[in-house]
Each structure stands twice: as C-alpha cells, then as structure tokens.
T-cell receptor, first 113, second 111 residues
Framework: DAGVTQSPTHLIKTRGQQVTLRCSPI?????VSWYQQVLGQGPQFIFQ???????GRGNFPDRFSARQFPNYSSELNVNALLLGDSALYLC????????????FGSGTQLSVL | KQEVTQIPAALSVPEGENLVLNCSFT??????LQWFRQDPGKGLTSLLL?????REQTSGRLNASLDKSSGRSTLYIAASQPGDSATYLC??????????FGAGTRLAVHP
C-alpha cells in the first residue's frame, strides 16, 4: 500500500508569491494534518482536516489556508510568501480525527528567495 | 505555553554504546507521548507511543519511559548501530492529532 504522498518534493518561490502544496493520505485514512518544520526545529502544527472540515488550527497567520477534498486529499495554500516561510512542510494522515497514530509523508521543501 | 525540551541537542557515539535521550514537557495534561525518528530531509517515522496511563513501551532495542508527574520521558537505545543515526523527536498530544514537538536530538553513531 502507498504511504502518504506529497507533491512537489521541492519548490522555490520568491517573496510575495503564492504556493499550493498537495497531500494524498493513506487509503482509508480520512484525517489530514499539516505541519511546518523550520530547519533545526521540531514540526509545528498548522491545520487538521477531517471529512472536509477544519478540526484544528495552529498559531499561523491567515496567509495560511487549507482544504480537504471528497477523496480526502488535501491542499495547503500560503499567500504573500515571506522569507520566514522557508521550511519543510509535512503532511500526516490518520484514520480519523481522534486517532493517535499519525503517518507522515516525506514533505515538501519550500525555499522562499 | 506548551513547550518540549530535548537534551542533548546532539550526540556522537561509537557503535555499540547504550544511549539515553531525554525529553521534558511543561503540559501536565498530556494524552500521550510519542518518539519519532527523522532522517535528513525526510518525514517522520513513529517509533514508540506511550499512553498517559502507561509507564513505558518497548520495541526491539528501543525502550521509552514516561513520568507524567515530573514531565519527563526517556528513550533508551541499546547497542547502538550506525543505522540508528538520525534525529529523534519527542512529541506529546493534548488530545486528538495536534502534536507538540521538541527540537530533537541529532544522533550520529560511527563505526
């Protein structure tokens, strides 16, 4: 079975641009969470979605948004990119929104120049 | 403020040593605590999950303990191998899927 897949694997943008990151969960998993990991730090929670509804939001500005589709895949959008948005963006899937076991993808490395 | 501190930040050891990685957290109302492994530029792999009602979990050469009252968890790695080289992250959950992570311990095991 395929694991959590994220695309693209690497991305380079300039300040002020917008970016969309994509995530496909493990088959049968209905919950998707997004995390941001800045170099040298642990991941920080951004969003959790379950059944197309937002179940949780971390301390990130409104420039960050996400959505989940009927097939449970998800997109993370970041507008008006800042240099500080450069990070590894990780997607994790789980069976449902209360599941303790998270399965992480390999991430999208975003560089903002 | 929810915080997780991991000590040491980095560790370099010869193959075969037994290791202790430490994690402390400030939130007493944790739901569970997990240890993850992360290889450079990669995602996270869950190693051990300890429920708040449990004291420890074991998987192969790995053993993790949890002392909720003191806000500490310890990951023991027995007979370390070069393949164990990675960053080890601990994270706790206050419920559901929102994990609070530490910055990790970077481990290098040399032959």
């Amino acid at each position: 079975d395929a694991g959590v897949t994220q695309s693209p694997t690497h991305l380079i943008k300039t300040r002020g641009q917008q970016v969309t990151l994509r995530c496909s969960p493990i088959s049968g998993h209905k919950s998707v969470s997004w995390y941001q990991q800045v170099l040298g730090q642990g991941p920080q929670f951004i969003f959790q979605y379950y059944e197309k509804e937002e179940r949780g939001r971390g301390n990130f500005p409104d420039r960050f948004s996400a959505r989940q589709f009927p097939n449970y895949s998800s997109e993370l959008n970041v507008n008006a990119l800042l240099l500080g948005d450069s990070a590894l963006y990780l997607c994790a899937s789980s069976l449902d929104w209360r599941s303790e076991k998270l399965f992480f993808g390999s991430g999208t490395q975003l560089s903002v120049l | 403020k929810q915080e997780v501190t991991q000590i040491p930040a980095a560790l370099s050891v010869p193959e075969g040593e037994n290791l202790v990685l430490n994690c402390s957290f400030t939130d007493s109302a944790i739901y569970n605590l997990q240890w993850f492994r992360q290889d450079p530029g990669k995602g996270l792999t869950s190693l051990l999950l300890i429920q708040s009602s449990q004291r420890e979990q074991t998987s192969g050469r790995l053993n993790a303990s949890l002392d909720k009252s003191s806000g500490r968890s310890t990951l023991y790695i027995a007979a370390s191998q070069p393949g164990d080289s990675a960053t080890y992250l601990c994270a706790y959950s206050g419920g559901y899927n929102k994990l609070i992570f530490g910055a990790g311990t970077r481990l290098a095991v040399h032959p």
